[in-house]
Antibody
Framework: EVQLVESGGDLIQPGGSLRLSCAAS????????MNWVRQAPGKGLEWLSF????????YYADSVRGRFTISRDNAESSLYLQMSSLRADDTAIYYC???????????WGQGTMVTVSS | DFQMTQSPSSLSASVGDRVTITCRAS??????LAWYQQKPGKVPKLLIS???TLQSGVPSRFSGSGSGTDFTLTISSLQPEDVATYSC?????????FGGGTKVDIK
């Protein structure tokens, strides 16, 4: 079964840092580009970051550029999101998402909740 | 800044009604538009890619059309299980922006 499982979400104080992980299984991870998407409570989907199969190309949304860093370990079939300088408006469910060959987002993890609050 | 604008933000329709949701891109994105369905408490699901290509297993009452900047998602006969929020997305280039979403419920 194709699966993405996120972990690392937590309650964190403003200004803090957190690292999210996503474990992929059921497919050849190093054949796919990957993304992080978030959804604040009661809000829409927000794309955050993209990384190619070999990590050669990385993109970020303006809202997180300079604060968040995407990375991957193909040997471990894992995707990561290092988040720093966290703010209250970073509170959201964070999804790990596969970028299907051709581009649309075809596999989503269940998400991990990040709450930024003092 | 690139934007995807969806309308309406919410709608209420009767079972069997034809429902249309529109999505407008702030610049030409050719056919590289996807539609997602997110049922309450669930993870988003890819419905349509390339503006009009229905994903395997998606009921044929769903259809997509458009190219360039203007796109449409149509549900030809709304069913109770279609209650969800529908979001469009430009996916080929970054930023891979989503529209704000359209919440669909039953009248």
């Amino acid at each position: 079964e194709v699966q993405l499982v996120e972990s690392g979400g937590d309650l964190i104080q403003p200004g803090g840092s957190l690292r999210l992980s996503c474990a992929a299984s059921g497919f050849t991870f190093n054949n796919y580009d990957m993304n992080w998407v978030r959804q604040a409570p009661g809000k829409g989907l927000e794309w955050l970051s993209f990384i190619t199969k070999t990590s050669t190309t990385i993109y970020y949304a303006d809202s997180v550029r300079g604060r968040f860093t995407i990375s991957r370990d193909n040997a471990e079939s894992s995707l990561y999101l290092q988040m720093s300088s966290l703010r209250a408006d970073d509170t959201a469910i964070y999804y790990c998402v596969r970028d299907r060959l051709g581009g649309a987002f075809d596999v989503w993890g269940q998400g991990t909740m990040v709450t930024v609050s003092s | 800044d690139f934007q995807m604008t969806q309308s309406p933000s919410s709608l209420s329709a009767s079972v069997g009604d034809r429902v249309t949701i529109t999505c407008r891109a702030s610049q030409d994105i050719s056919k590289y538009l996807a539609w997602y369905q997110q049922k309450p408490g669930k993870v988003p699901k890819l419905l349509i890619s390339a503006a009009s290509t229905l994903q395997s297993g998606v009921p044929s009452r769903f259809s997509g059309s458009g190219s360039g900047t203007d796109f449409t998602l149509t549900i030809s006969s709304l069913q109770p299980e279609d209650v969800a929020t529908y979001s469009c997305q430009r996916y080929l280039e970054a930023p891979k922006t989503f529209g704000g979403g359209t919440k669909v419920d039953i009248k």
